[in-house]
């Protein structure tokens, strides 16, 4: 990821929507917290997952940007038949957005200019 980000210049972000709002955080600050230069209190380390083997970072919220808040959204009732046989009861949200609390963070983001905090 990192050598595609800079051989192609590109502002890279990752986003974390949940019920209620979502937040933004610029790669080059996930870089930062996962690195050996960030000091300790910041540092971020990665956890194996015990069954897949994959590494997680739990980046926390602060250091990204709220984006918005979420309004309630409505819950739609599904079913999921599965080829087997199986069925599948489950809750679907529908009808929401995402209601941005900073005008200017928006224009930061759309024009990839958005940085990471204390870097």
């Not at 910041?42 to 602060?62: G, M, Q």
């Amino acid at each position: 990821m990192r050598s595609w980000v800079k051989s192609n210049r590109i502002a890279l972000y990752i986003t974390q929507v949940f019920y209620d709002q979502a937040y933004v955080l610029p790669f080059e600050t996930f870089e930062f917290v996962t690195g050996p230069e960030a000091p300790p209190e910041r540092r971020i380390s990665a956890v194996e997952d015990r069954f897949t083997k994959k590494l997680t970072y739990s980046v926390p919220l602060k250091e990204g940007s709220l984006l918005g808040d979420i309004p309630e959204p409505d819950v739609e009732g599904r079913v999921f038949k599965a080829p087997n046989g199986r069925v599948t009861v489950y809750g679907r949200l529908t009808g929401s957005h995402v209601e941005p609390v900073n005008a200017a963070l928006l224009e930061e983001l759309a024009a990839g200019k958005l940085r990471g905090k204390n870097i």
